[in-house]
Structures are given as structure tokens and as C-alpha cells.
T-cell receptor, first 113, second 114 residues
Framework: SQKIEQNSEALNIQEGKTATLTCNYT??????LQWYRQDPGRGPVFLLL?????KEKRKERLKVTFDTTLKQSLFHITASQPADSATYLC????????????FGAGTRLFVKA | DTGVSQNPRHKITKRGQNVTFRCDPI?????LYWYRQTLGQGPEFLTY????????KSRLLSDRFSAERPKGSFSTLEIQRTEQGDSAMYLC????????????FGPGTRLTVT
């Protein structure tokens, strides 16, 4: 069956440390993989997009890797801050003729001061 | 405000009633998406439009759900004969076609079916 798995348990880290979030998928062949941030009661906010032929993408304190052999993406936030506390969603873009986006359930990140 | 807007923000309805939500995307975006999200889950894809054409529709979407984007601008999502299981946050997003696929989400419409 097709699945996207993100750490179901919340991730608690100390301010200044690097947070690493994992997204694993099975039986999908995404053309793109995206990461979004979502705060309670609000819509998701786009962070980074990586294509199937890219290994790594960076933006400021954020870094995402994409391994299509392992079917895994890692999302890193360096020098984390309490303001980074949120739910982070992994999303696969499938080229189904049209494009269809499948989201994981998200990982809740708490950064303690 | 040039972001994605959704109306209403909250809707409470009784089971069996019909409801309609509206989404106004970012003006230059060709693609428009509808999602449903329940507590603790990620957004669940419902359907998407490219301009006025509906190109993909989830098999999970029953025939009580219909969406339109008549002039390739705003979109409406209608749910007929609502059920308690329809209670959720309904999110709209828009994007360009090329080369940037990232989606910009609206604030959502919270539907409660009593």
C-alpha cells in the first residue's frame, strides 16, 4: 500500500540545536517533495521544494535532502529557535497526468528556550 | 492583501443541509487546490483545477462534493446533504504551473456539522 510516514511523536529540542525531521514513503514515485510549516488553526506555509533529481536544497537555516533510493527526505533546522515550534508537513507531488499532492500527517516540533 | 482568501472562516450547519465555501486564489496563479484536514492529520487532497478545468479529483470524494472554478479565478466547493463526518477544516491553495509548484494556502473554512 502507499504510505507517507513522519515521526508521529513530537520532537523536543533545546534552542540552538539542530532539529532533524524524517519523511519516509512507500510505493510512490514523486516528481517533487515539499516541506510545509503549519501553526495551530492556520493553513500550511510553504518552506522548501526539492525535485527528484536533486539531492539537497538549502534556504537560510533550513536544509532538505531527498534520497529516491531510500525513499526518504530529511528536513533540518539549524540553530533552532522557540519560534520554530510548529507542525512540519512533508508532501509528495505525484505526476498522475495531472498533479496531485499527498501530505503526511506531520511532526510536531517544540523548541525550548 | 494578495494572499489566498477563503469565506466563510467558520460554518456551523445541521446534518442534511447543503453548504458552499468560496476560495479566492492569488490572482496570477493558474492552479487551485482543495483539501480537507482533520485534527492530527495532514491535508487530504480533494481536487484541483488548472484555470477552469478540473484535472484531478480524489476517489475519496463522494458525489455529495462538487467544486467549480467557472472563470478560472475564484472557486466554490459545495457539500450536499452534509454528514457529521464532513466536519473538518477545508483548505484552499493556489500555485503557478511552471516553474514553481509550491502551494500557497488560505486560512481555511472550519465546518462543523451538528
Amino acid at each position: 500500500s502507499q504510505k507517507i510516514e513522519q515521526n508521529s511523536e513530537a520532537l523536543n529540542i533545546q534552542e540552538g540545536k539542530t532539529a532533524t525531521l524524517t519523511c519516509n514513503y512507500t510505493n510512490y514515485s514523486p516528481a517533487y517533495l515539499q516541506w510545509y510549516r503549519q501553526d495551530p488553526g492556520r493553513g500550511p506555509v510553504f518552506l522548501l521544494l526539492i525535485r527528484e533529481n536533486e539531492k539537497e536544497k538549502r534556504k537560510e537555516r533550513l536544509k532538505v535532502t531527498f534520497d529516491t533510493t531510500l525513499k526518504q527526505s530529511l528536513f533540518h533546522i539549524t540553530a533552532s529557535q522557540p519560534a520554530d515550534s510548529a507542525t512540519y508537513l512533508c508532501a509528495l507531488d505525484l505526476n498522475t497526468g495531472g498533479f496531485k499532492t499527498i501530505f503526511g500527517a506531520g511532526t510536531r516540533l517544540f523548541v525550548k528556550a | 492583501d494578495t494572499g489566498v482568501s477563503q469565506n466563510p472562516r467558520h460554518k456551523i450547519t445541521k446534518r442534511g443541509q447543503n453548504v458552499t465555501f468560496r476560495c479566492d486564489p492569488i490572482s496570477e496563479h493558474n492552479r487551485l487546490y482543495w483539501y480537507r484536514q482533520t485534527l492530527g492529520q495532514g491535508p487530504e487532497f480533494l481536487t484541483y483545477f488548472q484555470n477552469e478545468a478540473q484535472l484531478e479529483k480524489s476517489r475519496l470524494l463522494s458525489d455529495r462534493f462538487s467544486a467549480e472554478r467557472p472563470k478560472g479565478s475564484f472557486s466554490t466547493l459545495e457539500i450536499q446533504r452534509t454528514e457529521q463526518g464532513d466536519s473538518a477544516m477545508y483548505l484552499c491553495a493556489s500555485s503557478l504551473v511552471e516553474p514553481l509548484y509550491e502551494q500557497y494556502f488560505g486560512p481555511g473554512t472550519r465546518l462543523t456539522v451538528t
